[in-house]
């Protein structure tokens, strides 16, 4: 049935979304040409053409090759407040954004910069558009443990302004015991944390998040699945699942969107939550993410309602904002 009235109406939290991902091709051009980079495209229509992928790597190497066009803070505001523009034509109501500093001090931004631009967007997209959000820091799992403690050390003077601490990019040969230590430093700061963990890697990589990161939710998670003690495991703990369906299908982490796993995690009682993850990306932000996984799997209008509270009840928003968005 057509339930994209329902689901457009429905107040909805993003928890998993990469702000490098939500970089629109029209917008890169632009920014490019202000900062005289010249991009290896032609057009905005040739770029899109080069978005193809066979697995998580693919995108990565693209996803960084666009970044590199931010250089000044309004680039990063730029980048920002289009975002939360565009998510207030979904009824987003709350967002918690990753960025990948790493990324962008490889190529002499500064620390500072990146940071102040995003967080002029986020404060302006709370006063102006009524989003709240949380800011996530994210390490790049392919780069050391050491990489991972110098960035943490360059977010020192932030740390109010930066709610958690995420771990992403190539996850095979990466897995979360790679940062066990780096995570009790974060946790110790008061930090929340999260990891990305099963998209491409193996259950095994679940349980490390787990148990060595102790994360506080899991981004993706698809492979949980294949273990059924590590099923067990999630319902019993009611962990956070953040769900990408897009972008699982662009990944070809699914081969079809109707063998997508989310059907049976609700039916196992996991607490599963919709999200767009690299928007720009993988064609299309939460209400195209909503309506593409509800008509492949039939989705009735309780287990949209069910995704989205889930999504507000593991939000890391105050309990006064939860509250409102219920
Ligand atoms: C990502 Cl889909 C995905 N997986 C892992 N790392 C990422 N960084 C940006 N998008
Ligand atoms: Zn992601």
Redesign the pocket.
């Known amino acids: 049935s057509d339930l994209s009235s329902f689901i457009a109406a429905l107040p909805k939290a993003e928890l998993h979304l990469?702000i490098?991902?939500s970089f629109e091709p029209e917008l890169m051009f632009a920014i490019a040409e202000r900062n005289g980079i010249r991009l290896p495209y032609g057009s905005v229509e040739e770029l899109r053409s080069a978005y193809a992928f066979n697995n998580?790597q693919e995108?990565?190497d693209i996803?960084y090759q666009g970044m590199n066009v931010l250089q000044k803070e309004e680039d990063y505001y730029d980048l920002t407040i289009a975002y939360l523009k565009r998510i207030k034509a979904d009824n987003v109501r709350h967002t918690e954004i990753?960025w990948?500093p790493q990324g962008h001090l490889e190529r002499g931004i500064p620390f500072s910069t990146q940071i102040d631009g995003i967080l002029r967007a986020l404060k302006e997209g709370e006063e102006t558009l009524d989003i709240s959000y949380r800011l996530i820091m994210?390490f790049l799992?392919h780069l050391s443990e050491e990489s991972a403690f110098d960035t943490l050390a360059e977010a020192e003077p932030y740390l109010q302004e930066i709610y958690a601490i995420g771990l992403?990019?190539?996850?095979t040969g990466h897995p979360p015991e790679k940062f066990a230590r780096v995570f009790a430093a974060c946790k110790d700061k008061g930090l929340k944390v999260t990891a990305?963990a099963g998209?491409?890697g193996p259950a095994e990589y679940v349980w490390q998040a787990l148990d060595l990161i102790k994360v506080d939710r899991i981004?993706?998670g698809n492979r949980s699945l294949e273990d059924p003690e590590l099923v067990k495991r999630l319902a019993a703990d009611q962990q956070v699942l953040t769900v990408?369906p897009l972008?699982n299908l662009k990944?070809c982490v699914v081969s079809d969107l109707n063998e997508h796993p989310v059907p049976a995690m609700l039916n196992a009682g996991l607490k599963a939550t919709i999200n767009s993850?690299?928007p720009a990306y993988?064609g299309g932000y939460m209400n195209d993410n909503l309506n593409a996984l509800q008509q492949a799997v039939n989705l009735d209008q309780r287990q949209l309602v069910t995704l989205t509270r889930n999504a507000i009840d593991g939000s890391w928003a105050t309990e006064e904002r939860k509250q409102v968005l219920r």
């Open positions: 990469h490098e991902g998580l995108f990565l996803y990753f990948d994210s799992r992403d990019s190539s996850e990305h998209e491409e981004d993706h990408c972008s990944l993850d690299d993988f």
